[in-house]
């Protein structure tokens, strides 16, 4: 089948490819959640889920994601890490042998480093970030806005589209299937590749590990001035609670990287989480959503961190801290 | 060398809201200077301090309201901006690939050695149009980049690139890129009394779909935006009512229980 095919079908008989994500020697979580939103996509496209996976140890990451659902698991050998070239001539060699009428990618870190260029190549429609999606003769997707206070649904026009997908949105597949692993054969253009991975650095180590702690409090850019720290210090004293951040204190310099929770921080699960002036972005959330109790201080009634708490509080953290530091030293 | 930031005015969204149709009510929209565009001009002023690059030119698109904003980058050191609008493209929710022509006509023109863009925009977070910027001009590029050193001599750009946990990959990447740039790359300035006083007299040109050769068909979207709602809480939190003082009162109550302070 051919593209034209898929376009005069309406895109019955559809097939999705999905294109995995690993890093360092393993499948991240998301590759398995690609195969549950995969196959769920191609159900209603009426055809059939095939998945790349392209570069490093292929045959078993192929067998670790051998999930019932998924027809067709194709291997690229080229490369050890990521590199966004060779995953884009892939997917895009993978697109022209397969004619996939859907291309399903992780809106992760690497996801935006070669997602939008494959869109941008085949000339497919681009959904980003999608949260839910739904299929009734055209997608229509479910993706988020302004902070995530708004929900919005975006229609795709057209039969053919490619779709990243958000982390954590749909449950990973499991069980065993019956996959077919097909090694494909790449010719890599080397003139092509002009971004090349030097090595990785890991950053935010130091004297604390705010993973360890069993009290945190987090202060957010509610805090507003660098010399109002010490009032969430204070109340991290009189706690007996360590105290770490979301992303914006540490880009301003305000606290070290190592106190940063979150994507690109570190991931907590303390037994008490106290959000102090933090918004509850879906980056931050992504490190701190296993905390065994989540408390919010906000004044803004709609925050999203207000979402995944158990215990809130709508107010001015500068009145509501001083009053709980008062409690406990008082 | 020349660098193109390109930059956006984004709508943020107050504590209280309507929603009209699919859009916010336009008096609960406060406008600004996306902040990951906010790092992408400082890194070009930057470089251009460096001499490394000999001028940085903003680029945004958005309508006439939007001149506020990208006046912000030229008083914080851009030294000249291009405003790309349209009526035509007033009512669309444009597609990636539609502010991909638009500034790809602007790439022409403008011939930069270096694109900076932010990784994403606050408003809609779609964090694709740089990557996709680069396919389509034949740049490099790198995203998600919060260290960034330019070998101009070289004809490389040696970045990080931050991925999740707590890891950077370190990356060559041939010139001439697209750089997407993350927050924490550097230390935004304060526009300065000076520089504000100097943006006025910085040149925006307005240009219009047909000074770019585009058609409105060329740059049609392939998204409509169909619904916007306020999502149903799943929240199962316990709201703590009454004063500063009878709020923290009660929340060090559950915190006790908790084991917290003992
Ligand atoms: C690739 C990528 C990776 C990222 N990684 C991370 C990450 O690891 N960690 C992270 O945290 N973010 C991360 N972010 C950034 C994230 O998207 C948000 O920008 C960030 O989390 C916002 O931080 P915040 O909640 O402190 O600030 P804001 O979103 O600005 O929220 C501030 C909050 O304070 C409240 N407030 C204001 N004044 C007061 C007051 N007086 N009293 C009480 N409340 C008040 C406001 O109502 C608001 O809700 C990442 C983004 C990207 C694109």
Redesign the pocket.
């Known amino acids: 089948m051919n593209a034209a095919d898929l376009a005069t079908d309406g895109g019955a008989g559809g097939d999705v490819l999905a294109v995995v994500d690993h890093r360092r020697g393993d499948l991240r979580d998301v590759s398995f959640e690609l195969i549950t939103a995969g196959s769920e996509l191609a159900e209603a496209l009426g055809g059939e889920l095939h998945l790349a996976v392209v570069s490093g140890d292929v045959e078993r990451f192929a067998e670790e994601l051998d999930r019932p659902g998924v027809a067709a698991i194709h291997t690229v050998t080229d490369g050890e890490e990521f590199d966004h070239g060779v995953y884009q001539q892939a997917v895009e060699a993978l697109d022209a042998d397969l004619s996939p009428a859907a291309i399903v990618m992780p809106n992760s ?1 690497n996801g ?1 480093d070669y997602a939008p260029a494959v869109a941008e190549a085949l000339d497919l429609p681009l959904v980003t970030d999608a949260v839910d999606f739904s299929y009734d003769g055209g997608l229509s997707v479910t993706r988020e806005m302004y ?1 995530s206070k708004v929900e919005t649904t975006v229609d795709v026009a057209g039969d053919r589209f490619a779709l990243t997908i958000r982390g954590g949105e749909w449950p990973a597949a499991e069980g065993t299937g019956d996959a077919a692993i097909e090694p494909f054969d790449l010719e890599i253009d080397e003139a092509a590749l002009g971004a090349r991975v030097q090595g990785f650095e890991e950053v935010g180590g130091g004297d604390v590990d705010i993973s360890e702690a069993e009290v945190l409090v987090s ?6 001035e660098e010399e109002n720290l010490d009032l969430v210090r204070d109340l991290a004293d009189a706690l007996g609670a360590t105290l770490s ?6 880009d301003n310099g305000w606290l070290p990287k190592n106190r ?7 991931v907590v699960t303390p037994k008490v989480y106290i ?10 959330v ?2 701190m959503k296993g905390s065994e109790t989540i408390v919010a ?4 009634p709609n ?3 207000f979402d995944i708490a158990d215990y809130g509080i709508v ?6 801290v001083p009053e709980l530091i008062e409690e406990f030293e008082g | 060398m020349k660098v193109l930031v390109t930059v956006k005015e984004v709508a943020e969204v107050g ?1 209280d809201f309507a929603i009209e149709g699919t859009g916010i009510a336009e008096s609960d929209l406060e406008y600004d200077l996306n ?2 565009d906010d790092y992408a001009v400082e890194a070009g002023v930057q470089l251009a301090e460096a001499d490394v690059a000999d001028e940085v030119v903003a680029v945004t698109i958005g309508p006439e309201r939007s001149e506020e904003t990208i006046r912000m980058a030229l008083a914080k050191g851009a030294d000249r901006a291009v405003r790309v609008w349209d009526d035509a493209l007033t009512e669309e929710f444009l597609d990636v690939a539609g502010k991909v022509s638009l500034l790809e006509a602007v790439v022409a023109e403008e011939e930069p050695d270096l694109v900076l863009s932010g ?2 925009a ?1 408003d809609d ?1 779609f ?1 694709a149009t740089g990557v996709a910027l680069a396919d389509r001009i034949g740049f490099e590029h790198a995203a ?1 980049v919060n260290d960034l050193e330019v070998a101009a001599d070289a004809g490389v750009a040696n970045v990080h690139r ?1 991925l ?1 946990g707590g890891v950077e990959e370190l990356t060559e990447v041939d010139l001439p890129a697209v750089l997407t740039v ?2 924490g790359l550097n230390e935004p300035r304060y526009a300065s009394l000076r520089g504000i006083r100097q943006a006025q007299r910085k040149e925006i040109a307005a240009k219009e779909l047909s000074d770019l050769g585009l058609s409105a068909e060329e740059v049609a979207s392939a998204l409509t935006l169909t619904e916007m709602y306020e999502p149903e809480s799943e929240s199962d939190a316990e709201m703590i009512e009454g004063d500063a003082g009878e709020a923290a009162g009660r929340l060090a109550e559950v915190l006790r229980e908790k084991g917290v302070g003992a």
Do not use: C, M, Y
């Open positions: 870190v935006l902070g202060v957010g850019r509610g805090i507003e951040s979301s992303r914006p204190i540490v940063q929770v979150g994507q690109s921080g570190k959000a102090v002036g933090i918004s509850g972005a879906v980056q931050h992504a490190g201080i906000n004044t803004d925050a999203p961190i107010g001015d953290l500068f009145d509501v | 504590d902040e990951w990784v994403q606050a977070s964090g998600v931050e999740e993350q927050t």
